[in-house]
């Protein structure tokens, strides 16, 4: 089993994360009392895909506010606690940040990233994907060998009222029913559940949205202080970070998993990380260029 990745920034080395957090939001209060964040960057993607170490290293900046997937945004949401706010209250609580940039992770709206982006002023979104092997191993780990069934079950239920089913395309949800059973083979089910929540990305046209940047996972555990730096200048940050990165380490490279994806959806998988990894290199060589 693979070990946390360790990581220090800045001011947070040594630094209690309480008494870190209470500094942080005292400075940006101090140095920005009555002022609405310039920037809005919106974290999305499939979940366990690495968007809590991006949200932590984030974090370590004292110019940017985080909101995580439970927050004052999610605050309607009284089953889960991780359905964001309407964009009305969403756009309110935003402008009552002290901070000149804010992140927000908002997983299970990755459907609605296109609305988010128009609702929401001066802003832009990281879709964040990871080898579905590596995604996999930790869904199960984490929520239990049937979770990816039961991540499955709306979209096969056609359930629109559940995030996991929302904006679901018609070929996914085909794909998906072809293959589904409840006693099906549980990384068969995890995998599926990848597929579709990446297949987002270019079923909803984020692939054509210049306001949306693709970053795998992978990378930025190789290249942490280069990708933070690229995402600030994406963002629209304004410069690079001051409170450079010091330390990321994995404490051992990704495994081969001893699990078996049967041979119709490791198919579909490594078709659509292709798909995702030929995209990043436009972007990254588009980027280059301007």
Same mark, same amino acid.
């Given at each position: 089993?693979?070990?946390?990745?360790?990581?220090?920034?800045?001011?947070?080395r040594?630094?209690?994360?309480?008494?870190f957090?209470?500094?942080?939001?005292?400075?940006?209060?101090?140095?920005?009392? $009555?002022?609405?964040?310039?920037?809005?960057? $919106?974290?999305?993607?499939?979940?366990?895909?690495?968007?809590?170490?991006?949200?932590?290293?984030?974090?370590?900046?004292?110019?940017?506010?985080?909101?995580g997937?439970r927050? @004052?945004?999610?605050?309607?949401?009284?089953?889960?606690?991780?359905?964001?706010? !309407?964009?009305?209250?969403? &756009?309110?609580t935003?402008?009552?940040?002290?901070?000149?940039m804010?992140?927000?992770?908002?997983?299970?709206?990755? *459907?609605?990233?296109? *609305?988010?982006? /128009?609702?929401?002023?001066?802003?832009? /979104?990281?879709?964040?994907?990871?080898?579905?092997?590596?995604?996999?191993?930790?869904?199960?780990?984490?929520?239990?060998?049937?979770?990816?069934?039961?991540n499955?079950? @709306?979209?096969?239920?056609?359930? !629109?009222?559940?995030?996991?089913? *929302?904006?679901t395309?018609?070929?996914?949800?085909?794909?998906?029913?072809?293959?589904?059973?409840?006693?099906?083979?549980?990384?068969?089910?995890?995998?599926? $559940?990848?597929?579709?929540?990446?297949?987002?990305?270019? !079923?909803?046209?984020? !692939?054509r949205?210049? /306001?949306?940047?693709?970053? *795998?996972?992978?990378?930025?555990?190789?290249? @942490?202080?280069a990708?933070?730096?690229e995402?600030?200048?994406?963002?629209?940050?304004?410069?690079?970070?001051? =409170?450079?990165? =010091?330390?990321?380490? @994995?404490?051992?490279?990704?495994?081969?998993?001893? $699990?078996?994806?049967?041979a119709?959806?490791?198919?579909?998988?490594?078709?659509?990380?292709? =798909?995702?990894?030929?995209?990043?290199?436009?972007?990254? &060589?588009?980027?280059?260029n /301007?």
């Amino acid at each position: 089993m693979r070990k946390p990745v360790e990581f220090t920034t800045g001011l947070r080395r040594g630094v209690s994360g309480k008494l870190f957090k209470a500094l942080k939001l005292s400075y940006q209060f101090i140095r920005r009392p $009555f002022a609405s964040p310039e920037r809005v960057l $919106f974290i999305v993607g499939c979940p366990r895909s690495g968007t809590t170490l991006l949200h932590d290293l984030l974090d370590g900046e004292f110019d940017i506010r985080i909101y995580g997937e439970r927050s @004052p945004l999610t605050s309607h949401d009284t089953t889960d606690h991780i359905r964001l706010n !309407d964009l009305r209250s969403v &756009r309110y609580t935003l402008s009552r940040a002290h901070a000149r940039m804010v992140v927000v992770k908002p997983l299970v709206e990755t *459907q609605n990233t296109s *609305q988010l982006l /128009a609702g929401v002023p001066n802003s832009k /979104a990281l879709f964040v994907y990871r080898h579905f092997r590596d995604v996999v191993a930790s869904d199960l780990r984490i929520f239990g060998v049937r979770n990816g069934i039961l991540n499955l079950k @709306p979209i096969v239920d056609g359930n !629109d009222s559940n995030w996991r089913s *929302q904006r679901t395309s018609a070929h996914v949800r085909t794909t998906i029913l072809k293959h589904f059973s409840g006693s099906m083979n549980p990384y068969d089910a995890a995998a599926l $559940f990848w597929y579709a929540r990446n297949s987002l990305f270019f !079923d909803l046209g984020l !692939d054509r949205d210049p /306001a949306v940047r693709l970053l *795998q996972y992978e990378r930025l555990i190789a290249e @942490p202080a280069a990708v933070i730096n690229e995402i600030l200048h994406f963002a629209g940050f304004g410069r690079r970070s001051r =409170r450079a990165l =010091r330390h990321v380490r @994995p404490e051992s490279e990704r495994k081969s998993h001893d $699990f078996e994806i049967s041979a119709g959806v490791l198919g579909l998988c490594e078709e659509l990380l292709r =798909r995702l990894e030929d995209c990043r290199g436009r972007q990254g &060589r588009a980027s280059s260029n /301007a």
